[in-house]
């Protein structure tokens, strides 16, 4: 009998451990996870702060799923360090767990702010449901808060505090959001929406200080500009991958656990998916991150079948898959390329009465690599098969390209939905009903049908 070891819980790990006991009935499978809580979904922070869902509804429906696959959770247990020649994986207790395979799935963390000794009042991180309760308990007096960073984190962070009414500025480290995959036009869009709701963005700044009166913080001075007042200082980037209990294995590479198509690393029965890994993008065999909910299921499902020996390669490469505030923005690929060979396709967008929405398909040397979306991502899926499958221009569905770039009013069969959770975009017949439960063909989380004032639908998550 195989013994598989999972490093967190997460949903890459989750995922793995679903897929190898689909395969190996007998295989004894083993999640070491330190969170205490049961799974919950991430992507859904922003919402239990803005107070619109309680902790228990982003919870995942199916808690005694694991269990049901006979499938053992140490939960509240920390790696504390691994062992590859003795095929072992130490816990913080001391006690050593012997593997056959080993899935490295730790996710990444916020990195801490210098000076932060947690002492202080005000300086948060949002990366896990305590750290969202956390920053609710200090909800009551704040009036202003600065967030730092162009992460899932911090659009997350400005959904909640603005539905609390609290001010928000946002210090962005670069010239704008997710470059080198939002193209300036759709960071325009983001930004355009942000203003709308009353967020403040200062571009190119870092954190120079803070202020402290007591313990209490009252104030964040920007490198560029005057002193912002802040009760609340959210740190929302940079997000390492958690690798420290990796130290010596040879396994941790510059941006990540390096593995291969088959996400197994250097040592052939260790494996790493999700967050904390970097792999090729399947359009460019260079070795990136590619995190994200999405991602992050897809390969835990490659990771499992290779550790239940059946050979699965995974084909994906870097995307962002996201709502900011209401405006769904996705993109893969060489989304934002320049330069010899490249070619972008944009139709007339983004229209005077339509602002918001914007799509952008990029041709690389003739062949599909990247594409953007905001406001409407209903061809999305459809796009990405294409970079999957290194398409040429003249082998994309021309149904496709017609309605991303020709249609100025989209017919409404013709619109699709973001899952809530992993935001794939699912297709939504004709005869879907407002107020039907349906359920994510990728990621398994249920979700009801709202019709939009335009007559598209939206996917709202059940708790
Ligand atoms: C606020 C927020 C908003 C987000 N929004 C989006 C979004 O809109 N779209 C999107 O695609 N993605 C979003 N994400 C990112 C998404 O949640 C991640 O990409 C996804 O969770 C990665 O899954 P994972 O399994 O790799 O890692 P994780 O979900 O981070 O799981 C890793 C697990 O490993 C455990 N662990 C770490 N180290 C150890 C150790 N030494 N011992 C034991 N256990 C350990 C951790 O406790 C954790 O449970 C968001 C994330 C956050 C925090």
């Known amino acids: 009998m195989n013994r598989h070891v999972i490093l967190g819980g997460g949903v890459a790990g989750r995922r793995a451990a679903e897929i190898i006991r689909k395969r190996d009935a007998e295989a004894e499978i083993v999640i070491v996870d330190e969170q205490e809580e049961a799974f919950y979904y991430r992507p859904m922070l922003g919402e239990l702060l803005a107070g619109t869902l309680g902790p228990e509804q982003i919870i995942a429906t199916d808690k005694e799923r694991l269990a049901q696959l006979d499938v053992k959770v140490l939960a509240g247990t920390r790696v504390a360090s691994l062992d590859p020649k003795a095929q072992e994986v130490v816990l913080s207790s001391g006690e050593r767990l012997p593997f056959d395979k080993a899935l490295i799935a730790s996710g990444t963390r916020t990195e801490k702010i210098a000076g932060d000794d947690g002492k202080g009042r005000g300086v948060v991180y949002l990366d896990t449901l305590p750290d969202a309760l956390h920053i609710n308990s200090l909800l009551g007096a704040a009036r202003h808060a600065v967030i730092y960073g162009a992460s899932l984190h911090a659009i997350n962070a400005v959904r909640g505090l603005r539905a609390r009414g609290i001010d928000c500025t946002v210090l962005l480290p670069d010239e704008r959001f997710w470059k080198g995959l939002l193209d300036p036009i759709a960071s325009e869009i983001v930004e355009d929406r942000l203003a709308q709701e ?3 963005l200062i571009k190119q700044t870092e954190i120079k200080d803070l202020v402290w009166e007591d313990s209490d913080l009252k104030g964040v001075v920007p490198s560029k500009g005057d002193k912002l007042p802040a009760d609340l200082l959210v740190v929302a980037a940079p997000q390492n991958p958690r690798v420290d209990y990796l130290e010596g294995t040879g396994l941790v590479g510059e941006n990540g ?3 291969d198509q088959n996400l197994r690393t250097g040592n052939e029965n260790i494996f790493a998916a999700g967050d904390v890994a970097a792999m090729p993008a399947s359009h460019t065999g260079e070795v990136v991150q590619q995190p994200g909910w999405l991602s992050a299921w897809r390969q835990g499902n490659v990771a499992g079948l290779n550790m239940a020996g059946q050979g699965a390669a995974y084909a994906g490469f870097p995307a962002l898959r996201t709502k900011v505030l209401d405006l769904d923005v996705v993109c893969f690929g060489l989304s934002d390329a320049q330069g010899e060979g490249v070619k972008v396709e944009s139709g007339d967008y983004p229209y005077d009465e339509l602002p918001y929405i914007y799509k952008k398909v990029v041709y690389k040397d003739g062949k599909v690599v990247g594409a953007v979306f905001t406001g409407d991502a209903s061809e999305a899926g459809a796009v990405e098969g294409w970079i999957r499958k290194g398409l040429k221009a ?26 809530p959770i992993c935001k794939f975009q ?13 359920t994510c063909p990728a990621c398994g989380a249920n979700f009801r049908l709202d019709r939009m004032p335009n007559g598209a639908f939206r996917a709202v998550l059940v708790g």
């Not at 991303?404 to 069969?413: C, E, T, W």
């Not at 699912?426 to 349906?438: C, D, P």
């Open 394 to 419: 003249g082998e994309c569905d021309k149904k496709v390209l017609d309605q991303m770039f020709q249609a100025r009013i989209q017919p409404l069969s013709a619109l699709g939905a973001l899952c």
């Open 198 to 200: 009353g967020v403040t």
């Open 426 to 438: 699912m297709q939504i017949g004709e005869e879907a009903e407002e107020g039907s439960v349906e």
């Open 257 to 259: 656990v390096r593995v």
